[in-house]
């Protein structure tokens, strides 16, 4: 069946422009998680969407990002005012709800910001 | 100290041998263990996952798990070069209706030379 998509697959962007990337999960996927995966940071989570449950926003990195999710479909994770430090790879992974531990990922988002 | 430890290689092997990855980890509230491939500009693909201590085996690939020394292992035998790809541990809680987001070792690089 088809896994998680997400899009662009590449963003170049200048400083101080906003970027919207967008995921889509495995259907029937409730759970939905953002990371980020940086050089010499690894894999970092950033958000988690539960079905409509308050999300848990608890690994953004300053109020710059944001995301939304309408109901258990798509999620867009938005990034105001880019900086350079933004430049990282984008992941979006879902899961059926209570088996977090076995997330799906998607092929990610390159951001590129000069 | 980060609450998971990976080594980042390279590790470089023969065809044929036998793997040995390992990480370990500081937070006993870990529950459940994954092992996730990820090649060059892909997303990270699940292999497999164990919860709690002891072994699951899955083709070619041994995950184990001690949780008395906060230490897990992937053991691929018969290598192939098709395996050539980064390694990531990954690790979550049981946290019933909390977010389960998965803590990540920073990968390691294997190569395996034909």
């Known amino acids: 069946g088809a896994g998680v998509s997400q899009s662009p697959s590449n963003k170049v962007t200048e400083k101080g422009k906003d970027v919207e990337l967008r995921c889509d999960p495995i259907?029937?996927?409730?759970?939905l998680y953002w990371y980020r995966q940086s050089l010499g940071q690894g894999l970092e989570f950033l958000i988690y969407f539960q079905g409509n449950s308050a999300p848990d926003k608890s690994g953004l990195p300053s109020d710059r990002f944001s995301a939304e999710r309408t109901g258990e479909s798509v999620s867009t994770l938005t990034i105001q005012r880019t900086q350079q430090e933004d430049s990282a790879v984008y992941l979006c992974a879902s899961s059926l709800a209570g088996t977090g531990r076995e997330q799906y990922f998607g092929p990610g988002t390159r951001l590129t910001v000069t | 100290q980060k609450e998971v430890e990976q080594d980042p290689g390279p590790l470089s092997v023969p065809e044929g041998a036998i793997v040995s990855l390992n990480c370990t980890y500081s937070?006993?509230?870990?529950?459940?263990f994954m092992w996730y491939r990820q090649y060059s500009r892909k997303g990270p693909e699940l292999l497999m996952y164990t919860y709690s201590s002891g072994n699951k085996e899955d083709g070619r690939f041994t995950a184990q798990v001690d949780k008395s020394s906060k230490y897990i292992s992937l053991f691929i035998r018969d290598s192939q070069p098709s395996d050539s790809a980064t390694y990531l541990c990954?690790?979550?809680?049981?946290?019933?209706?909390?977010?389960?987001?998965?803590?990540f070792g920073t990968g390691t690089l294997l190569a395996v030379q034909p």
């Open positions: 937070n006993s509230a870990f529950q459940y």
């Open positions: 990954a690790m979550t809680g049981n946290y019933g209706g909390a977010t389960n987001k998965l803590i």
């Open positions: 259907s029937g996927h409730t759970a």
